[in-house]
């Protein structure tokens, strides 16, 4: 089956386009059948609830830092750091006085933050 998932695609710059989602963070996302990359712009004071989901996540820092709460406590996650969420595991995300800007690496895709070009 030929498909869009099924052949190399590239995304320019001006087909990556920020949308908002609950928490007032602006992301773009790109996926493919299984594996998806998502950027953030996460403004300063912004949380993401305590939450869970069933697709692994890995968060890179570019700009700023995140503070993530997990069963082991807070970790804050600075420039260059990551952190790995493994499937179902409950976190929750925020920012203190830094904005952040991060990208996310999912598997399976989180269907919350489809919004391909």
Not at 3 to 14: M, W
Not at 42 to 50: E, S, T, Y
Not at 86 to 98: D, E, F, G, S
């Amino acid at each position: 089956m030929d498909t869009e998932t099924d052949r190399p695609r590239h995304f320019p710059r001006e087909s990556l386009r920020l949308s908002s989602d609950e928490t007032g963070a602006r992301f773009w996302s790109v996926s493919l059948r299984s594996t998806q990359l998502t950027y953030f712009e996460v403004g300063p004071n912004c949380r993401f609830d305590r939450h869970s989901h069933p697709s692994e996540q890995i968060t890179l820092v570019l700009e700023g830092e995140l503070f993530f709460e997990t069963v082991s406590g807070i970790t804050r996650v600075g420039v260059g750091e990551v952190m790995a969420i493994p499937a179902n595991a409950h976190h929750a995300v925020y920012t203190k006085t830094l904005a952040a800007k991060a990208v996310d690496a999912w598997s399976p895709v989180n269907t919350k933050y489809l919004n391909g070009p």
